[in-house]
């Protein structure tokens, strides 16, 4: 069956350290993978997109990678601050749907 | 000036009533989705319709109805109620359907049914 597995509920981190969250899938072939933050009580809001044949996106301390070998996601946040702290979702494209994983909950810690 | 606006935020009703959820969009999309949230925290999609017409629609009971008027309003309509409904429900537009376009979603409505 296909699933999408997101490391760990929860992440806690000191202001200014790294916080690098994974995304693994299976049975998904997707061609595109995207990024959501989330926090309590709104909706998701979109952060990137990277395609399948894109190793790496960046969009300002944000960092997004793709292993389509591995089935794999990472997502680092870097120099990381308590105003990151909220809930972050993998999602695949598949047949122009999207499919979420269940999230990664970050707390940085001042 | 809210982008993807849902009424109402909450919602708490018994089993077996009928109960609707309004979305509407002032960004011009073409695409609009409905997603439920579950406890778990997973967002799963229900339907997903495109200038109107429906193009996904998901293995949902037949007792959610989507309807769309016209492309910036999807409403939801769930005709009797039941406890495994409650959950947030959430709506999303994208500019057109397709694996690459970013969705932008609404603030959700938590549905509880007693």
């Known amino acids: 069956s296909q699933k999408i597995e997101q490391n760990s509920e929860a992440l806690n981190i000191q202001e200014g350290k790294t916080a690098t969250l994974t995304c693994n899938y299976t049975n998904y072939s997707p061609a595109y993978l995207q990024w959501y933050r989330q926090d309590p009580g709104r909706g998701p809001v979109f952060l990137l997109l990277i395609r399948e044949n894109e190793k790496e996106k960046r969009k300002e301390r944000l960092k997004v990678t793709f292993d389509t070998t591995l089935k794999q996601s990472l997502f680092h946040i870097t120099a990381s601050q308590p105003a990151d702290s909220a809930t972050y979702l993998c999602?695949?494209?598949?047949?122009?749907?999207?499919?979420f994983g269940a999230g990664t909950t970050v707390t940085v810690r001042a | 000036d809210t982008a993807v606006s849902q009424t109402p935020k909450y919602l708490v009703t018994q089993m077996g009533n009928d109960k609707s959820i309004k979305c509407e969009q002032n960004l011009g999309h073409d695409t609009m989705y409905w997603y439920k949230q579950d406890s778990k925290k997973f967002l799963k999609i229900m339907f997903s319709y495109n200038n109107k017409e429906l193009i996904i629609n998901e293995t949902v009971p037949n007792r959610f109805s989507p309807k769309s008027p016209d492309k910036a309003h999807l409403n939801l309509h769930i005709n009797s109620l039941e406890l495994g409904d409650s959950a947030v429900y959430f709506c999303a537009s994208s500019q057109v359907s397709g694996p690459t376009n970013e969705q932008f979603f609404g603030p959700g409505t938590r549905l509880t049914v007693l």
């Open positions: 999602a695949l494209t598949n047949d122009y749907k999207l499919s």
